[in-house]
């Protein structure tokens, strides 16, 4: 398997787009997290999911953003309108189990707003 | 809330040195936990796990010890060289119904030659 894939890898956009990253989780994963990092806050879980379903989404910061993931081989995160302070690295992770087996990370999107 | 947090933000050692990474949980209830190690431009990628009926577990050059009594989490990472510059997050889950890992916000290790 060639691990979690994400893309795009670096993504500039402008003040108000929409923005929408897509991850692949690893084949035969039940779970599927969204993360942020930043310097000041670290890693911060957004959205996870399991069989496709969402579980907790208390992390989703304002209604601006969203998370879909409409079959076990495909989510995405989308941000509508982007605003400068989104600008982070997302991680996309998946895992056997939600929090009691390792995940695994893809390479992140790295996202400037500006 | 309940957070897990780390002792030292930066730690810089020799080549050859050994290595020792803290963290400090605050669920007493968690009962697994992981160290990720993340290079830069890269995701974090699993060193090394502990569940909570064990106090130690040791990989290779790399040895997890668990004290629950303290609530504390450390890596040591034997004969340090420079390919373990990285920042290192430990993680643990809550043990609760539903819910994912909580990371530290991670201690970068820095190893000189």
């Known amino acids: 398997d060639a691990g979690v894939i994400q893309s795009p890898r670096h993504e500039v956009t402008e003040m108000g787009q929409e923005v929408t990253l897509r991850c692949k989780p690893i084949s035969g994963h039940n779970s599927l997290f969204w993360y942020r990092q930043t310097m000041m806050r670290g890693l911060e879980l957004l959205i996870y999911?399991?069989?496709?379903?969402?579980?907790?989404d208390s992390g989703m910061p304002e209604d601006r953003f969203s998370a879909k993931m409409p079959n076990a081989s495909f989510s995405t995160l989308k941000i509508q309108p982007s605003e400068p302070r989104d600008s982070a690295v997302y991680f996309c992770?998946?895992?056997?189990?939600?929090?009691?087996?390792?995940?695994?990370f893809g390479q992140g999107t790295r996202l400037t707003v500006v | 809330g309940e957070s897990v947090g780390l002792h030292l933000p930066t730690l810089s050692v020799q080549e050859g040195d050994n290595s020792i990474i803290n963290c400090a949980y605050s669920n007493s209830a968690s009962d697994y936990f992981i160290w990720y190690k993340q290079e830069s431009g890269k995701g974090p990628q699993f060193i090394i796990d502990?569940?909570?009926?064990?106090d130690k577990r040791q990989g290779q050059r790399v040895t997890v010890l668990l004290n629950k009594t303290v609530k504390h989490l450390s890596l040591q990472i034997a004969a340090t060289q420079p390919g373990d510059s990285a920042v290192y997050f430990c993680?643990?889950?809550?043990?609760?119904?539903?819910?994912?890992?909580?990371f530290g916000k991670g201690t970068t290790l820095s190893v000189s030659s």
């Open positions: 999911f399991n069989n496709n379903v969402p579980i907790d």
């Open positions: 993680a643990e889950n809550p043990n609760q119904a539903g819910t994912a890992l909580i």
């Open positions: 502990i569940r909570s009926n064990m």
């Open positions: 992770a998946s895992s056997w189990d939600t929090g009691n087996t390792e995940a695994f």
